[in-house]
Nanobody
């Protein structure tokens, strides 16, 4: 019903930059919060950055000042601009979205969706 497709991952040297993109497609009423999460090997998935439907942003402390999240509301996309990358930023990055979908003729529900993940590797 709803798909989140990510792109933009890759290999970069420390201090470099990458931009991740995530596009939502399918049948839905509206998207609430969108965000990026990451998971390094043998670690739990953690929030990197989120942005609400009104544009309020939230960042994990270690990426503040280095990462910027933004949305294109018309295109249902979210970007994560990453700069001054560090080896500890290496992880699989996942797009996340809260999406209101119609479940019956008279009912809509908020559901959470995840992208398939894109790998970011930062070499030292």
């Amino acid at each position: 019903q709803v798909q989140l497709v990510e792109s933009g991952g890759g290999l970069v040297q420390a201090g470099g930059s990458l931009t991740l993109s995530c596009a939502a497609s399918g049948s839905f009423s509206t998207i609430t919060t969108m965000g990026w999460y990451r998971q390094a090997p043998e670690k739990q998935r953690e929030m990197v950055a989120t942005i609400t439907s009104s544009g309020t942003t939230n960042y994990e402390d270690s990426v503040k000042g280095r990462f910027t999240i933004s949305r294109d509301y018309a295109k249902n996309t979210v970007l994560l601009q990453m700069s001054s990358l560090k080896p500890e930023d290496t992880a699989a990055y996942y797009c996340n979205a809260g999406v209101v979908v119609r479940t019956t003729l008279y009912e809509r529900k908020l559901r959470e969706y995840w992208g398939q993940g894109t790998q970011v590797t930062v070499s030292s």
